[in-house]
């Protein structure tokens, strides 16, 4: 079985576009890459496609759509074939209905998610390069995270969505949160890399974006990311912490339409035969928040 390679792209739904880049590519440090129609297209420094985030102008903020990028087109038809198989009806957007990209399979999740199949995109490279390169580029502006890593999404139901990922895109589950009789699931953590998870879900109601998530290296660049966004006085949803769910360090805070972004370090790494690890909904707490221990109300509710 082929695998999936990894989270290529969202587009997120914007109030304000050029308030919008202003935000991504100042403070967020994303460099802009094209314009077609009402949508803005950026990449992080350290990635190599065309681009990761795609900006489009609409009434309401919340999430358009996500994609993950397959190796080959012989990896995309069978995938294809595959969440067909599941039960979920496909579509081909074709070349060239989006900057950069080639043709895509559309479907939609069964938490009502919008989400692509691709493997074809313009190439551009990252900014040090594939000779002889410098670590990090001079110059970079705001946050500069390496890539976008992960998305946290919200649905109703959690089972038929994790199995899913599992049985049609070949994802495997590293955490999930359950009742305390283990009766629900009430969170899931699914990976097809090796990092703690490509994407995840947790209960809620459906089609919703709790966060995108960018990757820094450690615990001194979430702490840096926190005094840059003061200096923008960005609002935070939490300030510098550490999760129990993946180990990673995060930080979390507000887009200018209230889209919740996250800067994440660290994070165990993932391989396929490691076991699901289970958090009971009254440790979600600490699973989530590991010093802290208790969720917040805007941690909670604040979905677009
Ligand atoms: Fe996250």
């Avoid at 660049?221 to 769910?245: C, N, Q, W």
């Amino acid at each position: 079985m082929p695998r999936v390679m990894r989270i290529g792209r969202v587009e997120l739904k914007v109030l304000d576009l050029e308030k919008s880049v202003d935000y991504y590519t100042k403070i967020i440090g994303l460099q802009e890459t094209g314009r077609m129609g009402d949508s803005v297209y950026l990449k992080a420094w350290d990635e190599f496609d065309h681009h990761s985030l795609i900006l489009t102008k609409s009434n309401t903020a919340g999430l358009a759509h996500l994609a993950f990028k397959v190796e080959t087109l012989e990896d995309l038809a069978y995938y294809e074939k595959q969440v067909e198989k599941f039960g979920c009806t496909t579509t081909r957007i074709s070349r060239g209905a989006r900057l950069g990209e080639g043709e895509a399979v559309h479907f939609i999740l069964p938490t009502g998610h919008h989400c692509e199949l691709y493997t074809e995109i313009d190439f551009l490279g990252t900014a040090v390069g594939t000779l002889n390169p410098h670590p990090w580029p001079l110059g970079a502006q705001g946050i500069a995270p390496h890539r976008l890593d992960h998305c946290l999404l919200t649905g109703d139901d959690l089972k038929t969505v994790t199995r899913f990922f599992i049985e049609a895109l070949n994802f495997r589950q590293s955490e999930r949160i359950t009742s305390v009789d283990g009766e629900e699931l009430l969170g899931s953590f699914l990976f097809t890399t090796n990092k703690a998870h490509d994407l995840a879900f947790v209960k809620g109601p459906d089609a919703k974006l709790h966060h995108a998530a960018f990757f820094v290296d450690s615990l001194h660049d979430v702490f840096k990311a926190a005094d840059i966004l003061s200096m923008y006085e960005v609002p935070f949803d939490v300030t510098p912490t550490r999760h129990g769910i993946t180990r990673g360090e995060t930080i979390y805070f507000f887009d200018p339409s209230g889209n919740r972004n996250e800067a994440f370090a660290s994070g165990y790494m993932t391989y396929p035969d490691m076991p699901t690890i289970t958090w009971t909904e009254d440790k979600i707490g600490q699973g989530i928040f590991y010093h802290r221990r208790e969720l917040s109300e805007s941690f909670m509710k604040a979905l677009t």
